[in-house]
């Protein structure tokens, strides 16, 4: 089992940045693909970007394609979402998580992931 823990959101104006972290715990002998999703009212929740940890390769939706940006930091087991130029379509409930994939896997996927956090709100006002 793997506990996710996100943290970093709060509200912003437009244009604004965060940066939000999320701490993973618990078994980590396999190799795992991290996402980052949201939802906002009225929506359904969609993939925002994603990490593949063993190839660092990421992966983005369009809508957020040069303005997020996912990093990572091996020691504290721990995976990030810059977010810059923040718009208020950005708006929604953001969600890590994490999927076991093989060691021979290198992409990100954006289904089948098993393990989620608790969310964290992110609201941009115009």
């Known amino acids: 089992q793997v506990q996710l823990v996100e943290s970093g959101g709060g509200l912003v104006q437009a244009g604004a940045s965060l940066r939000l972290s999320c701490a993973a715990s618990?078994?980590?002998?396999?190799?795992?693909?991290m996402g980052w999703f949201r939802q906002a009212p009225g929506k359904e929740r969609e993939f925002v970007a994603g990490?593949?940890?063993?190839?660092?390769?990421?992966t983005y939706a369009d809508s957020v394609k040069g303005r997020f940006t996912v990093s990572r930091d091996s020691a504290k087991n721990t995976v990030y979402l810059q977010m810059n130029n923040l718009k208020p379509e950005d708006t929604a409930v953001y969600y890590c998580?994490?999927?076991?994939?093989?060691?021979?896997?290198?992409?990100?996927?954006?289904?089948?992931?098993?393990?989620w956090g608790q969310g964290t709100q992110v609201t941009v006002s115009s």
């Open positions: 990490f593949n940890w063993n190839s660092d390769t990421t």
């Open positions: 998580a994490a999927q076991s994939v093989s060691h021979y896997y290198a992409g990100v996927p954006r289904t089948g992931y098993d393990y």
């Open positions: 618990g078994r980590t002998r396999s190799n795992y693909a």
